[in-house]
């Protein structure tokens, strides 16, 4: 490179191409065959990730998303209006599930409509949805490569829940949205509750459900964590730059050092345009 490479991957592919390099743990890299250009034990390490869990209800109106129709693709390719115009969350909010917190431990969503999996199956009829989700969890993951071949997946462990106060702030959760699906502006139009159902209502009921159904927002960070030099899982520093090395940065996502607690499109947008103003200078 005549002047520097700039690695924009994520938190997904931008440590699993450091590694496939040669930057990252020296003994795994060893045991896979790959020559150790240098050893930074961070890379790949420190895997954070918000995750939500629904708490969904029958709509008794016809004025959810329901099924999507032949007729909501006709109106949205001729007007970009209609139901497949939304972004999926109409509304949101952050919350304390305690007084006592400096800061929300939780963001809501809310959806016109409700389905299983992120959309992977769609229940039949009218629903709408809160999606109660982690803003700063206290389990942190990692990924790992499972060969040398660019084109094999990496090893991606979350492990999600690990610890169990991540838990309970879902369970809390839940009880939140259940309260807010009881205010009178749901009652013309509230139905059965269908996830988890009006069954659930223990602790371990809750924390049984939350185990089999919650779900990734989408937002891995923490995989290439910024820092100094003396921190043993920082790979880059305030600018980017890959520690060990000259001419090379990674700027996206994957340095956060912790998951803001918030969507985290608008923190990635921030670091490259920071980044590339420090390059600039």
């Given at each position: ?67 999507l129709s032949a007729e909501a693709e006709s109106v949205y390719l001729a007007s970009r209006k209609g139901p497949l115009s939304s972004n999926g969350p ?99 139009v509230i139905g059965e509750e269908i996830q988890p159902g009006s069954a659930a209502q223990s602790s371990a009921e809750l924390r049984a459900y939350i ?71």
């Amino acid at each position: 490179a005549a002047r520097e490479v700039i690695l924009c991957g994520g938190a997904i592919n931008s440590p699993q191409l450091l590694l496939l390099s040669g930057i990252g743990p020296a003994d795994q890299l060893r045991a896979l065959g790959i020559p150790v250009v240098v050893d930074l034990p961070g890379v790949g390490q420190n895997l954070q990730d918000h995750l939500d869990i629904a708490v969904a209800y029958a709509c008794t109106a016809p004025i959810s998303w329901g099924t999507l129709s032949a007729e909501a693709e006709s109106v949205y390719l001729a007007s970009r209006k209609g139901p497949l115009s939304s972004n999926g969350p109409e509304a949101g909010g952050f919350v304390r599930t305690r007084p006592d917190l400096p800061m929300p431990d939780l963001q809501f969503h809310f959806s016109p409509g409700w389905s299983v999996g992120y959309g992977t199956a769609r229940p039949a009829g009218h629903g709408f949805a809160f999606w109660p989700a982690l803003l700063r969890p206290e389990s942190h993951g990692y990924l790992a490569l499972r060969s040398p071949d660019p084109f094999a997946p990496p090893l991606i462990q979350p492990n999600y829940l690990a610890c169990a106060a991540d838990i309970e702030v879902l369970v809390e959760g839940i009880g939140i949205a259940r309260d807010l699906a009881r205010t009178p502006a749901f009652a013309s139009v509230i139905g059965e509750e269908i996830q988890p159902g009006s069954a659930a209502q223990s602790s371990a009921e809750l924390r049984a459900y939350i185990r089999s159904q919650a779900s990734t927002v989408f937002h891995p960070v923490g995989t290439c964590k910024m820092g100094p030099a003396s921190d043993p899982l920082a790979v880059v520093d305030q600018e980017g730059a890959v520690h060990g090395l000259e001419a090379l940065r990674v700027v996206d996502a994957s340095i956060m050092p912790d998951l803001p607690r918030a969507n985290t499109n608008l923190t990635a947008i921030m670091i490259g345009e920071r980044i590339a103003e420090m390059m600039r200078g």
